[in-house]
Every structure is written in C-alpha cells, then in structure tokens.
T-cell receptor, first 113, second 114 residues
C-alpha cells in the first residue's frame, strides 16, 4: 500500500522557468511533510518541510504548498537552474505516533540550459 | 564536516557472507534511523533508535538483520547470510528529539551481493 505517491517519474523544465513537483498521500494522520533532493550515489539532502498546521512554506527559490483536504503537496522551484537537476522525493511522517518517514518513489527533474 | 557519515561507501560480497555497516550521526542528534533504497524506489524505513534504545523495527528487517547503537552514538547494521535481494543502498539518518523532527541523511552504503 503506497501511502505517499509521486505519479510523475520525470519532469523537464527550461532554465529560468518554474518547476512544479507533485505528491499525494492517503493517510490523513500524517502531520509533517518534507522534500529531499538526491543526486546519484549520494544520500538524500533535505530541502524544505511543512507542518500540517500550515499551507505554505517558503525558503529562497523553494516553496512547498500543502492542501490537506486534497491530501496533496507540491514543491515549486523558481527560477529553475541546471544544478537543480536531480531526483526529488517527498516524505511524510507522524502517522501512528512514530517518527519514521514514508517516502514517495521520486520524480527526476531535468533543467535544460 | 559535521554531517552524518557512513562506512563503507561500497561493499561487494558473495551470497551467504555476513556484512556490517557503520553510521556516525551528527553529534548532538539522539535519534538515528536506518533506511534501505532499491532502484526506482524511495527509501524504506528499517529501524530507529532513540539514544541506545531500539524503538521500532520494520517487518522488512528479517531475522538476518540486526542493528545496534551501544552507547547512543554510532550505530551498526549487520546482515547475516546475505542474499542477492539484499543488494541496495543502505541509508542512515539522524535527528534531534523535536516535535518536528527533520532527518539528515548520510551518503549511504551501496551493497552488492553476487
């Protein structure tokens, strides 16, 4: 049972434009959501997070939006840069009172120069 | 460098052999997690420690897997009698004991079982 889903395995965007990565979840008990970026042969790098009490969190070029009624979150990257090319994972936690993260399967972003 | 470190970065072994991986968390972090990632998937939770106590184990962690964190600092993950299906990236993460608990990951250990 995939509780966190990233339905787009890949995305290509022109440099300077907006990248929008999407994530859906099924468990309404999740209360903390995160985005990680991963380069090949490296561990995931934390990007940005959002608590369920908020609907938006912004950090520089990165903004995460949370729509609890739709059980949907998205990551916006503006403007996109070639160095943003990586695999992006969304993760959720808080269900069942544990701290483990449930990850999606990732979206490969390619930013074209 | 004060990030999470893992050793070794790569391990190639023959089926049936035992392997052990080490993780050193960020020094002030008292929670430590192990995840496994296979090709095309996101990281999957294996187990976590708060200080030296192992508080949760996934059903993915079969009897051949054991993890320890003896003094609440570094942790080891041992796989006995390795199988080809154990080939994966093994990731360690650590976090502070906070309500919103961001986990910071190490570079991972890539295990290949021949």
């Amino acid at each position: 049972d995939q509780q966190v889903k990233q339905n787009s395995p890949s995305l290509s965007v022109q440099e300077g434009r907006i990248s929008i990565l999407n994530c859906d979840y099924t468990n309404s008990m999740f209360d903390y959501f995160l985005w990680y970026k991963k380069y090949p042969a490296e561990g995931p790098t934390f990007l940005i997070s959002i608590s369920s009490i908020k609907d938006k969190n912004e950090d520089g070029r990165f903004t995460v939006f949370l729509n609890k009624s739709a059980k949907h979150l998205s990551l916006h990257i503006v403007p996109s840069q070639p160095g943003d090319s990586a695999v992006y994972f969304c993760a959720a936690s808080g269900a069942s009172g544990t701290y483990k993260y449930i990850f999606g399967t990732g979206t490969r972003l390619k930013v074209l120069a | 460098d004060t990030g999470v470190s893992q050793d070794p970065r790569h391990k190639i072994t023959k089926r049936g052999q035992n392997v052990t991986f080490r993780c050193d968390p960020i020094s002030e972090h008292n929670r430590l997690y192990w995840y496994r990632q296979t090709l095309g998937q996101g990281p999957e939770f294996l187990t976590y420690f708060q200080n030296e106590a192992q508080l949760e184990k996934s059903r993915l962690l079969s009897d051949r897997f054991s993890a320890e964190r003896p003094k609440g600092s570094f942790s080891t993950l041992e796989i006995q009698r390795t199988e080809q299906g154990d080939s994966a990236m093994y990731l360690c993460a650590s976090s502070l004991n906070l309500i919103t608990d961001t986990q910071y990951f190490g570079p991972g250990t890539r295990l290949t079982v021949l």
